[in-house]
């Protein structure tokens, strides 16, 4: 059974909690699976946030874009990703996790603090003079070394949102490319389609622009038989929608 809550009723501390009340809600494990089931409701609170920081924003996006990688393998399994793609960042089952034990830890404190139950414990006195020695084999250039580095892995930190923001916004304007497509004729084939693609990542995009048009009853598809190309057309209502305008 699907348990269904309304978002806009809840106050959420970011992308990572909103994912857990989503799967929480309809008592789902915490997979790839169930991620893939929610991806929709999690889709549609992101296009009606308003009056959110550009910050908050991209964070939300970059668990979109994980999101919706997820989903198109779990539609189409022989799909393969790109190997960066994989590996870019931690697994969001793992983030997953990782929060609800910490949001867990965060609840029980909570309480103990709501019943007076907090613990001090005594100033520390030290009997001897605390001392550092640095190590030895350290150096203003082993030094310098280390502050390039984690210069450079803070740089790369930066950067991801960005690129996620790039290819959850790129969803929106391939389904305008689609639109035009067959508003220049009758109907097209998924295979001449997905031939223009540069990448396995526009290829993807592509195929989530088309079963968004699909679901919205925008684009109507047809298969003759199995494995055969699909047909690609407007539905009858966009038809007369389109001869109106």
């Known amino acids: 059974?699907?348990?269904?809550?309304?978002?806009?009723?809840?106050?959420?501390?970011?992308?990572?909690?909103?994912?857990?009340?989503?799967?929480?809600?309809?008592?789902?494990?915490?997979?790839?699976?169930?991620?893939?089931?929610?991806?929709?409701?999690?889709?549609?609170?992101?296009?009606?946030?308003?009056?959110?920081?550009?910050?908050?924003?991209?964070?939300?996006?970059?668990?979109?874009?994980?999101?919706?990688?997820?989903?198109?393998?779990?539609?189409?399994?022989?799909?393969?990703?790109?190997?960066?793609?994989?590996?870019?960042?931690?697994?969001?089952?793992?983030?997953?996790?990782?929060?609800?034990?910490?949001?867990?830890?965060?609840?029980?404190?909570?309480?103990?603090?709501?019943?007076g139950e907090q613990g001090f414990t005594r100033t520390t006195v030290f009997s001897q003079r605390v001392s550092f020695f640095p190590d030895p084999d350290i150096s203003p250039s082993t030094l310098h070394a280390s502050i390039l580095k984690v210069l450079t892995e803070i740089q790369e930190l930066d950067a991801l949102p960005k690129a996620r923001i790039k290819e959850a916004v790129s969803i929106q304007e391939k389904i305008s490319h689609l639109q035009g497509l067959l508003a220049r004729q009758i109907e097209t084939k998924l295979s001449s389609i997905l031939a223009g693609a540069k990448n396995k990542s526009e290829a993807i995009v592509t195929f989530l622009a088309l079963l968004e048009l699909i679901k919205q009853r925008i684009f109507s598809v047809e298969q003759d038989a199995l494995f055969t190309d699909i047909t690609i057309r407007k539905t009858e209502q966009t038809q007369i929608n389109n001869q109106t305008n």
């Open 1 to 115: 059974m699907t348990h269904s809550i309304t978002l806009s009723e809840h106050q959420f501390e970011g992308p990572l909690d909103l994912l857990l009340t989503l799967i929480e809600s309809q008592k789902l494990s915490i997979t790839d699976i169930a991620l893939a089931q929610v991806t929709e409701q999690f889709l549609s609170y992101v296009r009606n946030l308003e009056e959110v920081d550009p910050t908050t924003l991209s964070d939300y996006l970059a668990i979109a874009a994980k999101l919706l990688v997820i989903k198109s393998k779990a539609i189409l399994p022989s799909l393969e990703i790109e190997p960066e793609e994989e590996e870019a960042g931690v697994p969001l089952e793992t983030q997953l996790l990782l929060y609800k034990q910490f949001r867990e830890v965060a609840r029980y404190l909570k309480s103990l603090d709501a019943h």
